[in-house]
């Protein structure tokens, strides 16, 4: 698409750049390359602006309420924080680019709020601000968002380098909206155990409205919650560096409908999971624990067949350089549960370890942390009982995993394992990246059996028949992804 740019002057921020131009063309142009929207942003014949939010500095804070209009393009600079009493409006369809130079990261603290409402037609767009194809995990920082709600650790300064700390007395803390939202190309390892992640949630509150939320191809984990409260609706990983989902330092919301999708080639050093569960750091057995409830969970690993799978060490791994663990690894007194879920296509499918002390599988026995009712497959070992990495290898055949696969297939847990990830009988391949086949058929054993009589998902849940994020009477075509979703955002054109 041609652009013709001039120099002109803005309102809207003190020392922004702006750049004006008018379209030769007429609707929507640019590439989605997949099936969700915001390949382009012009809207016949509107005027698109490219402006800069933050004004080159290490640093920039917000001083009034701002909007962020469609269908203007938004070049988010350094480290941009909406303080105490501010809110930071973004209109559906805006597209806002984080600088790789200056690690841009957007920041709502205690007290701010981010009202980010999209559509399935106009999600809002973060992304990075390199051209389609030079597109790379870790291009820039992400979004951070802070509240007031309860964590197991007092008030906290939030990982990344950021000045922002959270943590109170207040669960029904409200952050603002988080609806229709897509991340992608963010997590920046600001130092060791020191990350930014796609999104993190540092003690947000119940009173915030997050669903439909994509993250894809982040540098670290595309969800990380460090207590809180908050609850969230269908929620997307793709192409994750480190961990899908991170739950830590108590939190305690409950989350349905997510999905999960992993790149062969693209695994982290500290070894990538599904899911990553702490109570906190240091496997203290603190009050809030961390005792999030998730159900309707698809996570599908990067492992094609179990029998010919190899790893760095040339036994049964990952065949280049990335390291994959385990679709739950559960660990450090978590209280974590999950119910109804599918997991799959993972090196190993479950650990629940005693590190660092703990009682984590106690926890388990007691019922406190829950693995019910779901469905296993495609793994190449089921269970082990702790982390390894030894010569090179996730593996260690003196651990049978003995509690964890005893737990995962204790009488009363409802649980089933599957050798192959076809045993699950999908209209379609889950490991298809470009265009993943998630929908299980009628005679698939996720189409029914959930069950929801656990005081843990008895309220604040969909009670939906069928196990994983997707029912059988949903396509290819017309599922909760469609339309706003992105699964090949590489090679999308963003203008």
Request: charged share 20%; proline share 4%; glycine share 12%.
């Amino acid at each position: 698409m041609k652009k013709n740019f001039k120099w002109a002057a803005t309102a809207l921020l003190a020392a922004a750049t702006l750049f004006v131009g008018c379209s030769d063309d007429n609707g929507n142009n640019g590439d989605t390359g997949g099936n969700g929207g915001n390949g382009g942003n012009d809207d016949g014949g509107e005027v698109t602006e490219v402006i800069d939010l933050g004004d080159g500095s290490d640093s920039y804070e917000l001083s009034e309420n701002m909007t962020l209009t469609y269908p203007n393009i938004y070049h988010l600079k350094g480290f941009v924080y909406v303080p105490d009493g501010k809110t930071l409006t973004i209109e559906p369809g805006v597209i806002i680019k984080g600088e790789k130079a200056s690690k841009a990261t957007l920041i709502i603290e205690r007290g701010g709020k981010l009202m980010a409402e999209g559509t399935a037609e106009r999600p809002i767009v973060f992304t990075s601000d390199k051209p389609a194809g030079s597109r790379n995990p870790g291009d820039w920082g992400g979004i951070i968002i802070c509240g007031k709600a309860p964590n197991n650790q007092g008030e906290m300064t939030i990982e990344g380098g950021v000045r922002s700390r959270h943590g109170g007395t207040d669960p029904a803390d409200n952050s603002g909206v988080l609806r229709y939202v897509r991340c992608e190309f963010a997590g920046v390892e600001y130092s060791t155990d020191n990350e930014i992640n796609g999104i993190t949630f540092g003690s947000v509150g119940s009173g915030t409205q997050i669903d439909h939320v994509q993250v894809s191809y982040s540098g670290d984990d595309s969800f990380e919650w460090f207590g809180g409260t908050a609850n969230a609706t269908h929620l997307v990983a793709l192409r994750t560096w480190d961990d899908d989902f991170d739950t830590d330092n108590g939190f305690s919301g409950k989350i349905q409908f997510a999905l999960a999708m992993r790149d062969p080639e693209t695994g982290d050093k500290s070894a990538s999971n599904g899911f990553e569960s702490d109570n906190n750091s240091s496997a203290a057995d603190t009050d809030p624990h961390t005792s999030a409830v998730f159900a309707n969970v698809s996570l599908f690993g990067p492992v094609a067949d179990p029998a010919t799978y190899v790893d760095r060490a040339g036994v049964n791994g990952s065949p280049v350089d990335a390291r994959f663990q385990a679709a739950l690894h559960l660990r450090r007194n978590t209280q974590l549960s999950i119910f109804n879920s599918v997991i799959a296509a993972f090196p190993i499918g479950l650990i629940i370890e005693n590190d660092k002390g703990s009682i984590t599988q106690t926890h388990a026995q007691d019922g406190k942390l829950n693995v019910t009712n779901c469905v296993m497959a495609g793994m190449v070992k089921d269970a082990q009982d702790a982390q390894y990495w030894e010569s090179g290898s996730q593996f260690n055949t003196e651990d049978a995993g003995t509690f964890s696969a005893s737990y995962f297939n204790r009488t009363d847990g409802g649980n089933r394992a599957f050798e192959l990830l076809s045993d699950l009988k999908l209209t379609g391949n889950a490991l298809n990246l470009s265009s993943p086949g998630m929908i299980p058929a009628a005679d698939s054993p996720l189409a029914s059996g959930a069950t929801w009589n656990h005081e843990k998902t008895a309220s604040g849940f969909t009670q939906v028949a069928y196990i994983g994020a997707f029912g059988p009477t949903e396509t290819a075509a017309d599922n909760w992804t469609s339309g706003w979703c992105n699964f090949d955002p590489q090679n999308t054109i963003y203008e």
